[in-house]
């Protein structure tokens, strides 16, 4: 044998050994090193888990008044193993099932297929669990009704009655509380799908929406687990495991059930009296904060819905109704969602600015009719002349001129549309430092972000923005084409990146595109009334379990001080006290017994309804009670409600009365939510059995 063919012999002898060796490798990692996890696999092919869920926590107030609790309901079910071994594979069965209850044959079939038994596009409605464990078709049958179907087994195989529970919104005192709350719903496919690190089982119900969601891991308890191991025809073998469900922990919330309540009406009482102003009036949002701690007491928003609809099942329409713009979105939580112009109530923020550049705040200025900026005149409110006064009063009457004059020469001072390497941006950072483009950091799901329309913002939207208007005239619909747009498109083609004039003096009146969320004025006013501390918006008090003990407290989080000087703010509380006594908001409160600081807004809107008619003005009320010692803040806000005072001003009025208790002109004693002042803080013992205190 000559050298190359020893060569070569040896090169495939290493071949093969290597071989060997990878082979012996991976044999050894399936065995050894990955058996468990294979095994495991193996054995869920065989095996089949039957699922019961646990009893939900309850949602309680801060007296213990569950909003959010389980009853008893009289299911249908249907058995899939009994139900397919009919020569029809139970068609007839259910189309008589179907009939007795009077639903959809079409629904009873989707509501009872696993969801990998349809097409993609045809599994809204299945069912998420196992086959081996009952299928509830409907929820809430007629005794009577499940009474026939359970002495008829010859005509309804297959088919049971048993109770089950219902998540169930009582709504106490009438309360609703949906955008508090939110909903419940059975697992998604998504659900499943998502990498959230919790274990979850096909047939649970899971929070969707809400402190339902927010807090699911709590309130979910831990289902009870059956698994059957079954054979490759489906038949069970045997049973592997048996573990009975663990009842979820109770959540105890800081909300007043009844404050809750008289908040919700008022909110719906300035939505009509809008409309019966003239005004569109579609939507609102009421909040109402403990400015100590900044604890959520109540919170509102309008239009709503009935969460207790998600357990019993939407219909198409219901569910398109939720998101319909015409039907004034009753899905969207306005009170942390909706973005609106905060208009005059902005002017706190435009008060700690003018005290920043060193204006004096004690001084004397000139309210014009109009101030002349560049080549446009910008009306004062109601066109009006109101001669010479001194900020408080300024404050008081809303005059916009004087902050129109003050803006202006800032922005002159800045270098206009060339600023200057480091500007002065008194108003931006009077903005900043209430921390406006920071969440609230409230325990809810999904809330906005508040937008400032700073240097900042200007060159981001330009970005995004500086093709369309770049090319309007070919980019933009025939509907768009008026000459105003045309010629704001072409200015902001040039120049749309920079802080112009308009947008200066537009911001000093909370104008513009500078927008906030009726949760952010909230706690922007507790602010202001405390002193200065920038509290987190906090719904959840503590999670406690079934026999008393507490899981998790949750404390108040101070998230910042106000930047400006204490003389600044106690200025500031004293121009919000003036409106109530002898500005915008006087004719309202007069006679009120309890000294009330606030102020109004009406935030001018662009653009049109649905019916193509424009837009309504914003309404705004903004406030903190008492006046010497402030403990509440309450900020209500009607879209298209027309003036601040009569619209949202009137409805924050009804809103302290329940709170202190207000009957006419006088405080009746006992009838106040508070009788201490302030709201409880012990935890109260929670039973499913509590009743709320009657409502003054």
């Known amino acids: 044998?000559?050298?190359?063919?020893?060569?070569?012999?040896?090169?495939?002898?290493?071949?093969?050994?290597?071989?060997?060796?990878?082979?012996?490798?991976?044999?050894?990692?399936?065995?050894?090193?990955?058996?468990?996890?294979?095994?495991?696999?193996?054995?869920?092919?065989?095996?089949?888990?039957?699922?019961?869920?646990?009893?939900?926590?309850?949602?309680?107030?801060?007296?213990?008044?569950?909003?959010?609790?389980?009853?008893?309901?009289?299911?249908?079910?249907?058995?899939?193993?009994?139900?397919?071994?009919?020569?029809?594979?139970?068609?007839?069965?259910?189309?008589?099932?179907?009939?007795?209850?009077?639903?959809?044959?079409?629904?009873?079939?989707?509501?009872?297929?696993?969801?990998?038994?349809?097409?993609?596009?045809?599994?809204?409605?299945?069912?998420?669990?196992?086959?081996?464990?009952?299928?509830?078709?409907?929820?809430?049958?007629?005794?009577?009704?499940?009474?026939?179907?359970?002495?008829?087994?010859?005509?309804?195989?297959?088919?049971?009655?048993?109770?089950?529970?219902?998540?169930?919104?009582?709504?106490?005192?009438?309360?609703?509380?949906?955008?508090?709350?939110?909903?419940?719903?059975?697992?998604?496919?998504?659900?499943?799908?998502?990498?959230?690190?919790?274990?979850?089982?096909?047939?649970?119900?899971?929070?969707?929406?809400?402190?339902?969601?927010?807090?699911?891991?709590?309130?979910?308890?831990?289902?009870?687990?059956?698994?059957?191991?079954?054979?490759?025809?489906?038949?069970?073998?045997?049973?592997?495991?048996?573990?009975?469900?663990?009842?979820?922990?109770?959540?105890?919330?800081?909300?007043?059930?009844?404050?809750?309540?008289?908040?919700?009406?008022?909110?719906?009482?300035?939505?009509?009296?809008?409309?019966?102003?003239?005004?569109?009036?579609?939507?609102?949002?009421?909040?109402?904060?403990?400015?100590?701690?900044?604890?959520?007491?109540?919170?509102?928003?309008?239009?709503?819905?009935?969460?207790?609809?998600?357990?019993?099942?939407?219909?198409?329409?219901?569910?398109?109704?939720?998101?319909?713009?015409?039907?004034?979105?009753?899905?969207?939580?306005?009170?942390?969602?909706?973005?609106?112009?905060?208009?005059?109530?902005?002017?706190s923020v435009s008060v700690v600015a003018a005290a920043a550049a060193g204006y004096d705040l004690n001084a004397s200025y000139n309210c014009p009719s109009e101030v002349q900026v560049g080549t446009r005149a910008f009306q004062n409110f109601d066109s009006k002349n109101q001669g010479r006064m001194n900020m408080k009063k300024a404050i008081a009457v809303s005059c916009d001129t004087i902050w129109y004059q003050i803006a202006f020469d800032e922005w002159l001072r800045d270098g206009g549309l060339r600023p200057k390497n480091n500007p002065n941006d008194y108003f931006f950072k009077a903005a900043q430092s209430f921390q406006l483009t920071e969440k609230v950091g409230i325990d809810l799901p999904s809330e906005s972000r508040s937008r400032l329309a700073d240097r900042d913002y200007k060159k981001s939207w330009f970005e995004q923005n500086k093709d369309f208007y770049c090319n309007y005239k070919t980019r933009a619909t025939k509907a768009q084409q008026t000459p105003f747009l045309i010629q704001l498109a072409a200015e902001n083609c040039v120049d749309g990146d920079k802080v112009r004039a308009g947008d200066a003096v537009n911001f000093s009146i909370g104008q513009g595109d500078t927008v906030v969320t009726p949760l952010k004025l909230t706690q922007m006013y507790a602010a202001i009334g405390n002193g200065g501390t920038i509290w987190q918006a906090l719904i959840a008090k503590a999670i406690v379990k079934t026999d008393g003990t507490v899981v998790k407290s949750f404390a108040p989080n101070k998230l910042g001080t106000l930047t400006t000087a204490p003389s600044t703010v106690k200025f500031l509380q004293g121009a919000l006290r003036e409106v109530v006594v002898s500005g915008t908001g006087a004719g309202v409160f007069a006679g009120f017994p309890v000294e009330i600081s606030g102020k109004t807004g009406t935030g001018q809107v662009f653009g049109r309804n649905p019916n193509g008619t424009l837009k309504d003005d914003t309404s705004w009320f903004a406030s903190f009670a008492p006046s010497k010692k402030p403990r509440f803040a309450v900020v209500m806000m009607v879209g298209q409600g027309g003036f601040g005072a009569s619209t949202s001003g009137v409805g924050v009025k009804q809103i302290y009365e329940a709170i202190f208790g207000v009957k006419g002109n006088k405080v009746v004693p006992g009838a106040a939510i508070y009788p201490y002042g302030k709201p409880p803080t012990d935890l109260p013992k929670i039973s499913p059995a509590t009743k709320p205190k009657e409502a003054p």
């Open 1 to 347: 044998m000559n050298q190359r063919s020893r060569l070569s012999l040896l090169v495939v002898q290493i071949l093969i050994v290597s071989l060997l060796v990878a082979l012996l490798g991976r044999l050894f990692y399936l065995q050894i090193a990955a058996g468990p996890k294979y095994r495991d696999a193996a054995l869920s092919i065989q095996s089949r888990d039957v699922v019961a869920p646990a009893n939900r926590g309850l949602i309680v107030d801060a007296y213990g008044v569950p909003m959010a609790l389980n009853k008893v309901g009289l299911a249908i079910t249907i058995d899939r193993i009994e139900i397919d071994k009919q020569p029809d594979k139970g068609v007839e069965v259910m189309q008589r099932l179907a009939k007795l209850l009077k639903l959809n044959y079409n629904d009873v079939y989707t509501n009872t297929r696993l969801c990998g038994e349809l097409p993609v596009g045809e599994r809204a409605g299945c069912w998420t669990g196992s086959r081996y464990q009952p299928i509830p078709i409907t929820k809430e049958a007629d005794p009577d009704i499940a009474l026939q179907i359970v002495e008829r087994p010859d005509q309804f195989p297959g088919v049971d009655a048993q109770p089950i529970s219902i998540r169930s919104y009582p709504g106490l005192v009438d309360v609703n509380a949906a955008h508090v709350l939110g909903y419940v719903g059975p697992l998604t496919e998504d659900d499943l799908t998502k990498d959230t690190g919790k274990q979850y089982y096909r047939s649970e119900s899971i929070g969707k929406a809400g402190l339902e969601i927010q807090y699911d891991s709590y309130l979910r308890g831990i289902p009870g687990i059956r698994t059957l191991i079954v054979d490759r025809k489906e038949a069970i073998t045997r049973e592997s495991q048996n573990t009975k469900p663990i009842a979820g922990d109770h959540l105890v919330t800081s909300l007043d059930i009844r404050l809750q309540a008289a908040a919700e009406k008022a909110l719906a009482d300035a939505v009509k009296r809008g409309r019966a102003n003239g005004y569109t009036s579609d939507s609102g949002a009421a909040v109402v904060m403990d400015i100590r701690t900044g604890r959520i007491l109540a919170l509102a928003s309008y239009p709503t819905y009935d969460p207790n609809a998600f357990e019993k099942g939407l219909t198409v329409q219901q569910a398109s109704d939720l998101f319909s713009e015409k039907k004034a979105v009753p899905a969207l939580n306005r009170a942390l969602q909706g973005l609106f112009a905060p208009a005059s109530t902005f002017k």
